[in-house]
């Protein structure tokens, strides 16, 4: 196996760890689940790495913490939601973002939000055979998105003042 390669696990592994991690203990419950802070780190990963990443960090760390928590039920639909979520975000995030204040920051986040939002909505309402029944996390849905994005720029303006990108191009 090539250095590259080992490389890319292990980076692969730690945003899936924390992506989990952040998912399955910090989860303040909604209608129909739990919100929590792995959409903020799916973001990071997506932003730092690529689209692939994204995918993968998001729906596997994501879909785990379902698996592991009592939400089993959610498990496939969150792998690709959230793994939908991550793939947005790297696609946006190949943009040049170089300050907190590009506009690709922001489109990448909101998209991402966005998606996650009208995604668990309408999951929601196939899994229960009622549109009223999956629009009732809604709510929750949107703090949790607005709360994510807030953790996502204070991070990542962190990170990127510390240069860390550049960790992540081998």
């Known amino acids: 196996m090539k250095h590259n390669q080992t490389y890319h696990i292990a980076i692969y592994g730690l945003g899936i760890a924390i992506v989990f991690i952040s998912t399955m203990f910090i989860q303040i419950p909604i209608p129909l689940g739990y919100a929590n802070l792995g959409n903020c780190f799916v973001f990071l990963f997506a932003m730092f790495l690529n689209e692939k990443a994204g995918f993968i960090i998001g729906g596997v760390g994501s879909a785990l913490a379902d698996l592991l928590s009592g939400w089993s039920m959610w498990a496939i639909p969150t792998f690709f939601l959230k793994g939908l979520m991550g793939y947005l975000v790297g696609i946006i995030g190949k943009k040049e973002v170089t300050s907190l204040h590009s506009p690709y920051l922001l489109l990448a986040s ?20 009622s549109l009223p029944t999956g629009l009732m996390q809604a709510p929750g849905l949107i703090v949790e998105g607005i709360v994510n994005m807030v953790a996502f720029y ?17």
């Not at 909101?110 to 055979?129: M, P």
């Open 110 to 129: 909101l998209i991402g939000t966005l998606e996650g939002i009208i995604g668990y909505t309408l999951v929601g309402a196939i899994i229960y055979h």
């Open 154 to 170: 204070m991070i990542y303006g962190a990170l990127n003042a510390g240069k860390v990108k550049q960790l992540f191009k081998r």
